[in-house]
């Protein structure tokens, strides 16, 4: 991995915090993601599946986690299958997990070979009453592809069909969504990393440059910095292609007098970053286009001071809604009868701002989190408004992430990443 080995302890409180909130006499099992094939003998990069690496720091294939907090034998309240590694598999892949090395990565101490797995498997199973399966209900979530977790459930099911059943995910929705020190720390990294590769940029671009350009300059400066790339696939879109909420051909030719939206982050450690911002590509805002950033810039300000603890989601976005109509009537792209007359389904205001402004954030770029829950402390969240206007050719977007704190406004990660029109231009021009 290219990023710094991250203390156990994190690790240890998160297995724990999970375990006692199973029920009595229960297992639970976390397997790691598929490697997925593209053709031939190649692969996509390999990306661990957030939850085992959340309870274990295991970020390596074919893994498994096994928590039993009430096992008999006391060896295994906290078990750890590996693929077992050898001389031939560093040669050809490069080093795996010894045992020794995986306790100083997760801090379990029984760490056994997968083919143990199924005799070890059965001998628990035989201990337990309840199962608790790691099933992805994220409120996103569109899984088409069989995972190895589901081929691991029906199996399950199938070869021990008297047990009971329960989800792992409404334990892990809560307790991933509330950050630890050590993960505030690894989030902070990202979104430092972003900030060179903006500042990079922001030296880099002028009239003529392609998208996809400006899409390698974030590319270089992360890799630079120990990520292994985007913690998402990056929008890099100039002119028009703003309009489109999820633009992301990259492909287009940056010209004289147009915006470019940035909608990019670093990776770390498999924790995300997510920024937006808007930049002139000849360095300098038009009145209008200075006029519609301000505004877009005062509702991200009005909103993230509404990110406190005990808001709540849905009744937050309401209030948002209603700082863009007061932005967009002042603008001139809507007017009173647009909004005396709007849908309460669809306002007046979706018109130019359709999207959400803000979802929580950590080890997914769209991170678990119980949406109908009051915000918490250490919770993370995005704040992302934006005004979108076709007829004019251009959209800007402005995206920060936020720690929800004990009392009072958010900390900002992105405090340090330039926002205000003024020092876009005069870095721009420097």
């Not at 809604?321 to 603008?331: I, N, W």
């Not at 918490?376 to 979108?388: D, K, L, R, S």
């Amino acid at each position: 991995m290219k990023y710094h080995p991250i203390s156990s302890n994190l690790y240890i409180k998160n297995r724990k915090n999970f375990m006692a909130k199973m029920k009595p006499s229960s297992l639970a099992v976390f397997n790691s993601n598929d490697i997925y094939p593209i053709s031939a003998d190649s692969t996509m990069p390999f990306q661990q599946a957030r939850d085992i690496l959340y309870l274990s720091g295991v970020d390596q294939e074919e893994s498994i986690l096994v928590l039993f907090p009430g096992a008999p034998n006391p060896k295994h309240r906290e078990i750890l299958f590996l693929k077992e590694t050898n001389d031939h598999i560093a040669v050809w892949e490069g080093e795996k997990l010894t045992k020794e090395k995986a306790l100083e990565t997760s801090g379990i101490k029984t760490v056994y070979w997968l083919k143990e797995f199924d005799k070890v498997f059965y001998e628990v199973m035989t201990q337990c009453d309840t199962v608790y399966f790691n099933t992805n209900e994220h409120y996103r979530a569109n899984v088409e592809t069989e995972t190895r977790e589901a081929r691991f459930i029906k199996a399950t099911k199938d070869k021990f069909p008297a047990h009971s059943w329960a989800k792992s995910n409404p334990i892990l929705q809560r307790l991933r969504s509330v950050k630890d020190q050590i993960e505030l720390d690894l989030m902070q990294t990202a979104c430092n990393i972003t900030e060179k590769s903006f500042r990079r940029v922001l030296d880099f671009v002028k009239p003529g440059v392609w998208e996809y350009e400006i899409e390698a300059e974030f590319m270089h400066e992360f890799l630079r910095n120990r990520s292994k790339g985007f913690a998402y696939t990056p929008i890099i879109a100039s002119g028009n292609n703003a309009n489109v909420l999820h633009y992301i051909e990259n492909n287009q030719q940056c010209k004289d007098g147009d915006l470019i939206l940035i909608d990019a982050g670093a990776e770390y450690a498999n924790y995300s970053s997510d920024m937006s911002r808007t930049i002139p590509v000849n360095g300098k805002f038009t009145k209008r286009q200075r006029d519609v950033y301000n505004a877009v810039n005062r509702v991200k300000n009005d909103a993230t001071n509404m990110l406190v603890s005990g808001t709540l989601w849905a009744a937050y976005h309401v209030e948002v809604g209603k700082l863009m109509t007061s932005e967009l009537l002042g603008l001139g792209l809507l007017d009173k009868a647009d909004v005396q007359n709007e849908n309460p389904d669809w306002p007046a205001y979706k018109k130019y701002f359709m999207h959400g402004t803000s979802h929580h954030i950590g080890l997914d770029t769209h991170d678990y989190g119980i949406l109908w829950e009051p915000m918490e402390a250490n919770q993370v969240f995005t704040v992302e408004p934006g005004i979108y206007i076709p007829e004019e050719g251009f959209g800007i977007r402005l995206e920060d992430d936020l720690v929800i704190q004990e009392s009072g406004s958010p900390f900002n990660l992105m405090r340090n990443i330039p926002i205000e029109a003024e020092e876009i231009e005069d870095l721009m021009n420097s």
